[in-house]
């Protein structure tokens, strides 16, 4: 992330014709990470990163898994998550202790739900540790190892992430979070709707007041933020990256749920093992 948090509406696109869409590249490479933490390219969409059939298998457990929660925050709290991602911890010292001290489990739960397929996010991690010049690995905060895996439900017609960004150093002050240079998050869809559910990004990061309504409900009035600059319609077994600290929403599913996997990953910079957790 930035250090300044200065808005960049024109990252994507420097360098384009006026109007040109934004680059969204299509496969996961060491050029195309290094791009898209440098703001060179918009996203990452990696159609069938994962089998399409063994995604949809999975995500029905997502469904009614005893671990389904939601959102703490007001305007994210119809969304659910299986298992608490770290933004749930809220600054609260027992709910840091206990998402530390149930870190691996939940991971390792987290894992089963695919089983007999690997987990699309220890794919990920594999890839990224192989691509990305000096590697990757699980971020720790104050030493503690973070969860990594959570998977996302958006309940039809009810579930709706508004415009907002995710920011590590809005979630904790752990020495570790120090030379963050940009956050990135990726998701693996599992399920989507035929109608909604549509990813939209704004390409650029929130104003101070922006930032401080998002701090506070987690969501920020969609009119009041107008058009994206780019909008997605995932299908299941898509992989998606891009920039967490740029403005970005999820509209609601219409016909059928919306699930999917996540991670954030944090960057450093190319000398620097990029960082991953949920
Ligand atoms: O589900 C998605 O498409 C994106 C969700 C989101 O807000 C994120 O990954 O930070
Ligand atoms: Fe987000």
Known sequence: MPATGAPRPDAASAGRPAGAPPDVVRELTEDALLALTRREVAAIHVRE?????????????????????????AKSGSVG???????????????IDAYHRSARASTAAARAVFAPYPSPIDLLRVRLEELWPAGAGLLRLRGRACFVGALRVFRPDDSELFPHNDRIDQETDAPEIAGITEQLTANVYLA???????????????????????????????????????????????????????????????????????????????????????
Do not use: C, Q
């Not at 219409?254 to 620097?272: C, K």
């Open 81 to 95: 998550r299986v298992f608490t991602p770290h933004v749930d911890t809220a600054w609260d010292p027992a709910r």
């Open 49 to 73: 990163f994962y089998p399409a059939d063994a995604a949809r298998a999975v995500a029905v457990r997502a469904l009614d898994h005893p671990e389904l929660g939601n959102y703490h925050k």
């Open 192 to 278: 989507t709707p035929r109608a909604g559910g549509d990813l939209h990004l704004w390409l650029r990061e929130p104003t101070p007041d922006e930032s401080a309504t998002i701090r506070a409900v987690e969501g920020l009035d969609p009119e009041s933020v107008g058009p994206p600059a780019l909008t997605f319609r995932p299908a299941a077994g898509d992989l998606i990256m891009f920039s967490s600290a740029m403005l970005h929403a999820v509209a609601p599913a219409r016909d059928e749920p919306r699930v999917g996997t996540a991670a954030f990953v944090a960057s450093r910079g190319p000398g620097e093992p990029l960082a991953y957790w949920s």
